[in-house]
């Protein structure tokens, strides 16, 4: 048993490291086929070409490809991830700086995912081939195809310039920026921590639309595999003999069939989760949302490959957490797992 035990964590940690060294190596493989000049983004297409050359040397490009490899592996262990051309910060710092806004949106999303998802999902299985059944399969058909991008600017025109129910652009009104103490970089949590409610208002005007639009893809994503766990649960005998023993529907649904589902929902919210926070780019470039989306967004017009390569590393090491977040919470979960 304890030998069992040792080989699996092994074979995982074994995993985890071989999916690192290989994002490592694919980020260094984008970051050199790019059609971007990394020189020219720094000196500017004015320089001359003894500047060029000068900088061309000092970010070690004139040597051999293996060993800018082995010196980019070197820095990327170590944490130094270079300097950013758009702030001239490092890049560390500033993807630290901008990440709290990013997360608070994309946790804000996959709440009303969620919480409309689930729902809509348990809702057509109990009603197969009924018009809400219908009805919510076309829902999340629409979510999962629509643009993103098409619908913020949609959602900007009717909820901002109409009906003015959101905020504009940025994460809080501009008569509230720097008007509470910032403790964790989530707005919402810090103006309510600032007891100051007229700000709270202002940021929950603001996220709400953009969260709920870039939660509308996990709805659909979650909404359909819901429908799909729950139709396999209904079909099985245990549920026939609950529903024969005189058990309320509402019992046999949400405390027998759905109990049974909740482990692979925890996979299903852990990759809609990272899908949020990778697919924040488009919603914050919209909705000029000062986050890691716009970062990337920004670096990658700036042509700023420290910035670019540094985030696109990171998005995978998200990925790579919430797939061992989520094998974690299957063992805890499931006791077929332990």
């Known amino acids: 048993m304890i030998r069992s ?18 994002l490592l190596t694919m980020t260094f493989v984008i970051g050199r086929l ?20 000068q900088v061309f040397q000092q970010m070690g490009l004139d040597r051999p490809i293996w060993i800018q490899y082995f010196y980019y592996l070197q820095d990327m262990l170590s944490g130094d991830f270079g300097y950013a051309i758009l702030t001239g910060s490092p890049v560390i710092n500033d993807i630290i700086r901008v990440l709290p806004a990013t997360i608070e949106l994309a946790s804000v999303a996959i709440i009303f995912g969620v919480g409309l998802g689930v729902p809509l999902g348990v809702y057509a299985a109990t009603h197969r081939g009924q018009l809400g059944d219908h ?17 913020g600017m949609v959602g900007l025109i009717i909820f901002y310039a109409w009906l003015n129910w959101a905020g504009a652009a940025g994460r809080i009104g501009f008569a509230y920026d720097g008007m509470f ?9 810090d103006t309510l921590l600032s007891g100051n409610v007229e700000a709270f208002v202002s ?80 919603i914050e470039t919209v909705f000029a949302w000062p986050g890691f989306g716009q970062y990337l967004t ?9 910035a670019v390569m540094a985030s696109v590393l990171f998005i995978g090491l998200v990925f790579v957490f919430l797939n061992l977040l989520s094998d974690v919470l299957y063992k805890l979960f499931d006791p077929r797992t332990k």
């Open 34 to 53: 790019m059609p971007i000049d990394p020189v020219l983004a720094v000196v500017g297409p004015d320089a001359d070409s003894s500047t060029y050359e």
């Open 5 to 22: 035990r040792w080989f699996g964590a092994s074979k995982k940690l074994g995993v985890i490291f071989i999916t690192l060294f290989g």
């Open 181 to 189: 103490e910032s403790y964790t970089g989530f707005y919402l949590i």
């Open 135 to 151: 009805l919510t399969r076309i829902i999340t058909l629409f979510g999962y195809s629509t643009p993103v991008f098409w619908v």
């Open 203 to 282: 940021a929950l005007r603001h996220i709400a639309l953009p969260a709920a639009i870039l939660g509308l893809n996990s709805v659909s994503f979650i909404g359909r595999m819901t429908r799909s766990f729950m139709l396999e649960q209904l079909s099985q005998e245990y549920v026939k003999t609950a529903r024969v023993k005189g058990l309320s529907e509402h019992s046999v649904i949400w405390k027998h069939a759905f109990k049974n589902i909740l482990v692979q929902l925890l996979t299903i919210v852990a990759l809609a989760y990272g899908g949020l926070l990778e697919g924040a780019v488009l």
């Open 298 to 306: 920004d670096s990658l017009l700036m042509g700023d490959m420290n």
